[in-house]
């Protein structure tokens, strides 16, 4: 199989690819990204280093129409589509990239895969379409309703409805995946888990927005990247299939946890003011992609989260790199002051 991967020097798109040419020997990979802030300097040699005669790298933004020409040549089986602004903090200071990539990027690549003579699309998506649960939902199913709350948010939902129209209008083959919260190693420190292991290990406060009793539902980036490989393998056209390891936990019971494996003080813990529209909780029932496709997570929430932690622990280097002066210009400029540094403060967790 020859696949075209775009957004693969992210942290989920590099999970896949590695996957991906790992499990299947005589695979092909081709990786277009843009290589944006969240694609770490090192991350293009070493994909190349995994396969180098299985495996290309085209540098374009997946809106380029040029595109079309490159991917038509390139023979494709299929596209897995990963390139996505993905930071909702990001969206909310910077709503217009988030159009831009995760909208029209994903109309033109819709485009592409047209002329490329119809190939299978895999869209990955994310629970956050979904809005917010109450605490006495049950988890959801790939036919809620949308009602997504943040621009990020919003963006992916237009791109999942455009490449269901597109399904319907031009007969293409699209499928889309929506996923729960990711970890794992190479994630971008901005995340919760990355940022707060890492401030953890430099003695850092560690932000918690608002009550920190947001919920959120955990799956380890490798059990994602297999649910992706089920759907571009096994999938039906036109489907969506929600990949969740039914992991839903409270931030601050994942703080602490973090803490204690890091034996780290819980003084570290800092309340600091809220992320406007703030989901209270996500939660997925995967019953569709287990029952239809055969797919189940393999990592419970602590064993990935104990190998997370240990692969922070290893590779200080590799975190410290992205945390440099850009990095903290971004949330000196930016966070601290929208999300309320000044009402920050430090409190005894006691829920
Ligand atoms: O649910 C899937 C989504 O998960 C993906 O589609 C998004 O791309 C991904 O960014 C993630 O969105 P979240 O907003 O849930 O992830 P984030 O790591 O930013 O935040 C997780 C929770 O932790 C959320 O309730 C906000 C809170 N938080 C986050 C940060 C960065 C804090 O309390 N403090 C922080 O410093």
């Excluded at 608002?210 to 990247?225: E, F, L, N, S, T």
């Excluded at 029932?285 to 797919?295: A, C, Y």
């Amino acid at each position: 199989m020859k696949i075209l991967v775009t957004g693969g020097c992210g942290f989920i798109g590099s999970h896949f690819i590695e996957y991906f040419l790992k499990t299947y020997p005589g695979a092909q990979v081709a990786n277009v990204d843009l290589l944006t802030y969240a694609a770490h300097p090192d991350m293009p040699n070493y994909l190349e280093s995994l396969a180098p005669e299985r495996y290309s790298f085209l540098k374009r933004d997946i809106s380029d129409p040029e595109l079309k020409s490159w991917v038509k040549s390139g023979k494709f089986d299929a596209i897995v589509n990963f390139a996505a602004e993905t930071h909702v903090d990001r969206s909310i200071l910077d709503p217009d990239s988030f159009v831009r990539t995760n909208v029209m990027g994903v109309q033109n690549l819709l485009a592409v895969a047209r002329e490329a003579g119809n190939i299978r699309l895999v869209h990955v998506s994310t629970d956050e379409v979904y809005g917010s649960l109450k605490p006495e939902d049950p988890p959801c199913l790939e036919t809620n309703s949308l009602d997504p709350n943040s621009p990020y948010a919003a963006s992916k939902a237009s791109a999942d409805l455009l490449a269901l129209a597109s399904g319907r209008t031009y007969q293409q083959p699209v499928l889309i995946t929506r996923c729960t919260n990711n970890y794992g190693p190479y994630q971008f420190p901005e995340k919760l888990l990355p940022l707060l292991i890492a401030n953890a290990l430099e003695n850092k406060p560690i932000p918690v927005y608002g009550d920190g009793k947001q919920v959120r539902d955990w799956i380890y980036v490798v059990d994602h990247c297999r649910g992706i490989d089920a759907v571009l393998q096994k999938g039906h056209p036109g489907e969506i299939y929600n990949i969740s390891a039914s992991g839903e936990a409270r931030n601050i019971d994942v703080i602490k946890k973090v803490l204690d494996i890091l034996g780290k003080p819980r003084s570290l813990i800092t309340y600091v003011g809220d992320r406007p529209a703030h989901d209270r909780r996500y939660g997925l029932n995967s019953n569709k992609i287990q029952s239809e496709l055969g797919w189940k997570p393999q990592f419970s929430f602590e064993e990935g989260l104990r190998s997370t932690v240990e692969w922070y622990i290893k590779n200080q280097e590799w975190w410290k790199k992205v945390r440099g002066s850009d990095y903290q210009k971004y949330y000196q400029a930016n966070y601290e002051n929208k999300f309320g540094s000044k009402n920050s403060k430090n409190r005894e967790v006691n829920s």
